[in-house]
């Protein structure tokens, strides 16, 4: 069993709205990295916008942090919490998880979308406040296919693909403690070792995906992703560098 880390706060509340919101409450007192975990959110969302659904007896948490770098830099959290969430994944499910990382803040177990991240900030400028890191791991159930949006990767839960149960509480104990590792890395060496360590997991690497904004869509092979976290697709008019989309295989 992982020890929690020393230097990080934990509040863990019976209902919230959302821990994202509750994070951007008590920001401004708290004196150092904070992790809040919800057994029940009544207003979920997920990437632009859209509502998360919450089945309970799954893990709904919010890390918030105070980073020193600029706004691009603390962004690329998201690749840090990723990794953390993989490690948990694995720590807790053993052989049975076939676990992967997609582009850009996305854990499959295979092949089934299991855990998805959400970053939040406050600031002015370049010069952040605070930074807020939103995990959602599906535990012990997933949302119903029809509750997700239209050709995403199936949702799954861990207790699904792999019969193992797993308390929020027990879950959040592996993954503070992974996420610690992986930042004091971050704060160290840069991204540089912790995009390695993200492609080695990178979920369809070096096959063709579809990349899509409201806007526009582009179809190309997943060849990398670059030292600002972009995604590098081989496409037929050459390499093109997207900064946020929605990946799908």
Excluded at 49 to 70: I, Q
Excluded at 160 to 181: D, I, N, Q, S, W
Excluded at 241 to 247: C, K, P
């Amino acid at each position: 069993m992982s020890e929690w880390p020393e230097g990080y706060g934990l509040r863990i509340l019976d209902e919230v709205d959302s821990t994202l919101n509750e994070a951007a409450r008590i920001a401004h007192g708290l004196s150092g990295p904070e992790w809040i975990l919800a057994h029940r959110q009544t207003a979920a969302r997920g990437r632009r916008g859209r509502a998360w659904v919450d089945t309970g007896g799954n893990l709904a948490a919010t890390l918030v942090l105070f980073p020193k770098e600029p706004a691009g830099t603390a962004a690329l959290r998201s690749f840090v919490a990723s990794l953390a969430l993989h490690d948990a994944c694995k720590a807790v499910g053993g052989a049975g998880c076939d676990l992967t990382l997609k582009w850009p803040n996305d854990v499959l177990v295979n092949g089934g979308k299991l855990a998805g991240i959400l970053l939040e900030s406050a600031g002015q400028g370049g010069s952040l406040a605070h930074l807020a890191i939103g995990v959602g791991v599906n535990l012990a159930a997933a949302p119903e296919p029809e509750d997700v949006e239209a050709a995403a990767v199936r949702p799954v839960s861990l207790f699904g693909e792999t019969g193992v149960k797993v308390a929020p509480e027990r879950f959040l104990m592996h993954l503070a403690a992974a996420y610690a590792g992986h930042e004091n890395r971050f704060l160290a060496h840069g991204f540089e070792p912790i995009r390695t360590l993200w492609l080695a997991r990178a979920a369809r690497l070096g096959e063709v995906v579809t990349a899509r904004t409201v806007a526009s869509e582009t179809v190309g092979t997943f060849e990398t992703v670059d030292p600002s976290g972009n995604l590098i697709l081989n496409t037929a008019k050459g390499r093109v560098a997207i900064a946020a989309a929605d990946v799908f295989f």
